[in-house]
């Protein structure tokens, strides 16, 4: 039995010896240490012997048993180790080599300028507010002031909708539904695209963007020297402490009495540039104090409110801020334009 138990020992040392794969490795463990291994056949033979000749023979077979899958698990770790200096091989990773440049991409700036006029009208209490951007007549016209057969509404080219829509031609068309659903005291920017039916050149275009600011109050509380301050802090933020403006009488149908507003040129602060064509100031936009009209228009009682409102194009704030003279340049795509922001 002891030469039996020697053979196996020998001819399982000398198949894992040979083994070359897990797979190889799992099938002489079954033979050769499993529980219907050939070792276990021969100790069946056990109980024909001696007391001492079995405890002999059991010691030994439990020590070939011990040999044998300590073998096994050397090979098994050494078909492993192989693997993986296989993989490293073809996998090597050089940790001091310098790595390569992901491309990042970043905001158009555009947005850019309108996170930044939104972050500093939210620093002075305004509520940025959204809404449609095809809208009915009744909101983009009507609810300011400018009724049907208006000629005010020639000031504006407006793409016409077969269903007799709009899309917006001004942002001021998210006011009125904001004051229908709302009452006062608020003040509020919207922020968003326009339309209008124009041909384009360095400085039209038929999409662009507009912000609209409007603080509304009881009568009484909101004075042009209010929103006037208002419009100089946004512009300060904007384009620098020193920044200076001024307004203009002008006519626009929802305010009364209307103002176009200037910034002093943040090139030449106000010696006159190229920029601001040697005037030393930039027309930015327009202003007012809310025509009374366009109060009753969304149903509020007239002369029991009073309020002021603002716009501007955002793409001229851009175009003055980063110093481009062609507001094609926003919409074109061109990434060697866009890369520079
Ligand atoms: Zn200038």
């Not at 002999?56 to 020590?63: A, K, M, R």
């Not at 050089?94 to 939210?122: N, S």
């Not at 009488?249 to 064509?277: L, T």
Request: net charge positive.
């Amino acid at each position: 039995m002891k030469n039996k138990i020697n053979e196996i020992k020998k001819r399982a040392l000398e198949e894992i010896g040979k083994a070359k794969t897990f797979e190889a490795v799992e099938a002489l463990r079954v033979k050769y240490s499993g529980r219907k291994s050939e070792l276990t056949n021969v100790l069946r033979g056990l109980k024909d012997l001696s007391p001492k000749e079995r405890k002999e023979i059991g010691e030994l077979s439990n020590h070939t048993k011990q040999i044998i899958e300590s073998e096994l698990d050397k090979k098994e770790l050494k078909i492993k180790n192989e693997e993986l200096s296989h993989i490293d091989k073809k996998e090597k990773i050089d940790v001091t080599y310098p790595g390569k440049k992901t491309a990042k991409g970043h905001l158009h700036p555009l947005t850019q300028v309108r996170y930044a006029i939104e972050a500093i009208f939210k620093s002075m209490g305004f509520l940025v507010v959204e809404d449609r951007e095809v809208e009915d007549e009744f909101h983009n016209f009507d609810a300011m002031n400018m009724p049907r057969n208006h000629p005010a509404r020639d000031m504006q080219d407006t793409f016409w909708l077969k269903n007799g829509c709009v899309p917006r031609t001004h942002t001021s068309s998210v006011q009125a539904r904001f004051m229908e659903k709302n009452k006062p005291p608020f003040r509020i920017i919207s922020l968003g695209r326009v339309y209008r039916n124009e041909n384009t050149d360095a400085t039209h275009e038929s999409n662009f963007h507009q912000t609209e600011g409007l603080i509304v109050d009881k009568s009484g509380k909101v004075t042009v020297a209010n929103a006037k301050s208002i419009i100089s802090e946004f512009m300060k933020g904007l384009f620098g402490e020193s920044t200076k403006i001024r307004l203009r009488p002008s006519y626009f149908p929802f305010v009364e009495p209307g103002f176009e507003f200037d910034a002093s040129c943040p090139y030449c602060k106000g010696e006159g540039c190229r920029i601001c064509k040697k005037t030393g100031w930039i027309e930015l936009g327009g202003a007012g104090m809310v025509n009374q009209n366009v109060f009753t228009s969304v149903g509020f009682n007239e002369d029991k409110y009073e309020g002021f409102a603002f716009g501007f194009g955002i793409e001229r704030l851009a175009m003055i801020k980063y110093g481009i003279d062609d507001i094609r340049l926003f919409h074109a795509g061109d990434l060697r334009f866009l890369q520079q922001f």
